[in-house]
Antibody, heavy 118, light 111 residues
């Protein structure tokens, strides 16, 4: 069974940094593209970042470029999102998701809440 | 990087059919047959319902179907049931610059 478990969400002050993680199991992690998707309270889904199997390609939404970095450790079946210069508008539940060809997110974690507030 | 356009809400009575639209551009929905749909109940994790425009993952009832015409994709739910009441999001591959976009979401209400 595919399992994705996020961790690391916290309350952070504006301008601060945070790294959230996603532990994967139940599938060959190194064979899949992976993504982070976020959902602000009461709002819709927003695609945040995507990384190729071998980390040679990365994509992220304009609003986080230069501030967020997606990375992975295939040896530890883990996905990461390093978030710097956090803003109030980054407050959201951050989901880790497995990506199939064609931008299809077929498995999702339970999410981790990041709150940016003073 | 504009989000795909979905109606805020849609509704239907049990047993009826409802169609939710998802309008993009020639740079995303219109070019790629990579539209997916997600169902999200309140407080729950999104669930994949349709991928590559028309395909259903195993376990998704065949009451759910997808289609596309030009820059607009659609999700049709036939034989509406109470448990279908949820938020539905479309997503499309958008090429190397933006990779992927979501729609704003549609709240499906079963009357």
């Amino acid at each position: 069974e595919v399992q994705l478990m996020e961790s690391g969400g916290a309350l952070v002050q504006p301008g601060g940094s945070l790294r959230v993680s996603c532990a994967a199991s139940g599938f060959t992690f190194s064979s899949y593209w992976m993504s982070w998707v976020r959902q602000a309270p009461g709002k819709g889904l927003e695609w945040v970042a995507t990384i190729k199997q071998d980390a040679t390609e990365e994509y992220c939404v304009d609003s986080v470029k230069g501030r967020f970095t997606i990375s992975r450790d295939n040896a530890k079946n883990s996905l990461f999102l390093q978030m710097n210069s956090l803003r109030a508008e980054d407050t959201a539940v951050y989901y880790c998701a497995r990506l199939r060809p064609g931008a299809t997110l077929d498995s999702w974690g339970q999410g981790t809440l990041v709150t940016v507030s003073s | 990087q504009s989000a795909l356009t979905q109606p805020p809400s849609a509704s239907g009575s049990p047993g009826q059919s409802v169609t939710i639209s998802c309008t993009g551009t020639s740079s995303d929905v219109g070019t790629y047959n990579y539209v997916s749909w997600y169902q999200q109940h309140p407080g729950k994790v999104p669930k994949l319902m349709i991928y590559e425009v028309t395909k259903r993952p195993s376990g998704v009832p065949d009451r759910f179907s997808g289609s596309k015409s030009g820059n607009t994709a659609s999700l049709t739910v036939s034989g509406l049931q109470a448990e279908d009441e949820a938020d539905y999001y479309c997503a499309s591959y958008a090429g190397n610059n933006f990779f992927a976009l979501f729609g704003g979401g549609t709240k499906l209400i079963v009357l």
